[in-house]
């Protein structure tokens, strides 16, 4: 019985995670055409003007630079304004983008990224 139960809650849970990663990525989508395609791209290449987004993001030290310039923008990007939930589903959708994967960003993560940026932003 055990050799099969073992299996069987692998298979529940890692699709709860697959499922959780779906909708995030529907979400992000939403999130990306309204208020990112414009200057990235639909295959997040950028173009002369805005750079590329579909590489260098998979990597934690990226993930903190995407929150804080979501957040305040830089001299070229502007801020988005978004909400905890939002800039989590799209940069959960950018990283499982055109050929990218990643494990799920929770946003918890996003929170305390965001935490930092604005710790970044008080002591510039
Ligand atoms: C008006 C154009 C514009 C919009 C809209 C925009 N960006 Fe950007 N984005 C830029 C520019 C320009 C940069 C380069 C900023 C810099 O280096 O200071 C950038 C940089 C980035 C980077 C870092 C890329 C790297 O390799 O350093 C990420 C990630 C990013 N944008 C994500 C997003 C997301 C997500 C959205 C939507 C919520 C978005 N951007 C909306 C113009 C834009």
């Known amino acids: 019985m055990r050799y099969i139960l073992i299996p069987l809650l692998f298979l529940v849970f ?58 305040q923008g830089s001299q070229n990007m502007p801020s988005v304004d978004l909400t905890d939930q939002e800039i989590t589903d799209v940069l959960n959708y950018i990283q499982n983008s055109w050929g990218l994967e990643a494990e799920i960003i929770p946003i918890d993560s996003i929170i305390s990224f965001k935490s930092i940026s604005k710790n970044a932003a008080i002591y510039p």
């Open 14 to 71: 890692g699709c709860k995670e697959n499922y959780q990663l779906t909708e995030a990525y529907d979400r992000g989508k939403e999130v990306y055409i309204t208020n990112c395609i414009s200057c990235h791209g639909s295959n997040g290449a950028g173009n002369l003007l805005y750079p590329p987004i579909n590489s260098r993001i998979a990597n934690a030290m990226t993930l903190e630079r995407a929150v804080s310039l979501i957040l």
